[in-house]
């Protein structure tokens, strides 16, 4: 996989910075501006949510009625001054940004947050010299989850599926890449911890640290 790999491929959240604790604390402020007091077992509950799932909890839960569109707009206005304030980097991104550089391998973003919020967290956090190019699920038009957001993607970047390595740490994004035939390398998240498992079925390196890699 690595001895082929001519681009490399990065989620933002979760995988180059450590920022999906705070999506998902943004699950119980929804919950609190509605004038509910979620319990702490709820709070927990909600920090292991995404997308239709934690719109699903809403409902049941709390009885609110949660258009996911509208919950994402929300979403994306609360983490903007989390962005801009900034975030960790994962361990030893960078380095390893400066490795696959010097190998000649492409550095290439592709993220489900829109492309304006995401330059936001990429500029603030100084990655975006080190990148190729940056991909969002609203420029591309397809979500993570279908295999054809991934072969949109190396088309653009200009590689065959089988020269890409995806890195990343959501369940659903590693299953598709895997499925479009790409190489697929999952990083540890206090949000994946329940996933573990399934984690170690689809990719084929798992790692706490970039720092474990060439």
């Given at each position: 996989?690595?001895e082929?790999?001519?681009a490399a491929?990065?989620?933002?959240?979760?995988?180059?910075?450590d920022?999906?604790?705070?999506?998902r604390k943004l699950?119980a402020?929804?919950?609190?501006?509605r004038?509910?007091?979620?319990?702490?077992?709820e709070?927990?509950?909600?920090?292991?949510?995404?997308?239709?799932?934690?719109?699903?909890y809403f409902?049941e839960?709390?009885?609110?009625?949660?258009?996911?569109e509208?919950l994402?707009?929300e979403?994306?206005?609360?983490?903007?001054?989390?962005?801009?304030?900034?975030v960790?980097?994962?361990?030893?991104i960078?380095d390893?940004l400066h490795?696959?550089k010097?190998?000649g391998?492409?550095c290439?973003?592709a993220?489900?947050?829109?492309?304006?919020?995401?330059l936001?967290?990429l500029?603030?956090?100084?990655?975006?010299?080190e990148?190729?190019?940056?991909y969002?699920?609203d420029?591309?038009?397809?979500?993570?989850?279908?295999p054809a957001?991934f072969?949109?993607?190396?088309?653009?970047i200009?590689?065959?599926?089988?020269?890409?390595?995806?890195?990343?740490?959501s369940l659903?994004?590693m299953k598709s890449a895997?499925?479009?035939?790409?190489?697929?390398?999952?990083i540890?998240?206090?949000t994946?911890?329940?996933d573990r498992?399934?984690?170690?079925e689809?990719?084929?390196?798992?790692?706490?640290?970039?720092?474990e890699?060439d």
């Open positions: 996989m690595f082929t790999m001519k491929i990065f989620d933002m959240d979760g995988t180059m910075i920022s999906m604790t705070e999506w699950n402020e929804f919950v609190r501006a004038g509910i007091v979620p319990t702490p077992e709070e927990a509950e909600m920090l292991s949510m995404s997308g239709m799932m934690v719109v699903s409902k839960h709390f009885g609110i009625e949660a258009d996911f509208k994402c707009l979403a994306c206005r609360l983490m903007e001054p989390v962005y801009r304030a900034g960790p980097l994962k361990p030893g960078v390893y490795r696959l010097a190998r391998i492409k290439v973003v993220t489900a947050t829109p492309a304006r919020l995401a936001i967290a500029n603030r956090m100084g990655l975006v010299p990148l190729d190019f940056i969002s699920i420029m591309i038009g397809l979500d993570k989850g279908d957001f072969d949109a993607l190396c088309g653009l200009g590689h065959k599926k089988e020269e890409c390595v995806m890195y990343e740490d659903y994004a895997k499925r479009a035939g790409l190489g697929v390398v999952g540890t998240d206090p994946n911890e329940g498992a399934a984690i170690l689809n990719c084929s390196v798992f790692i706490d640290s970039f720092d890699l």
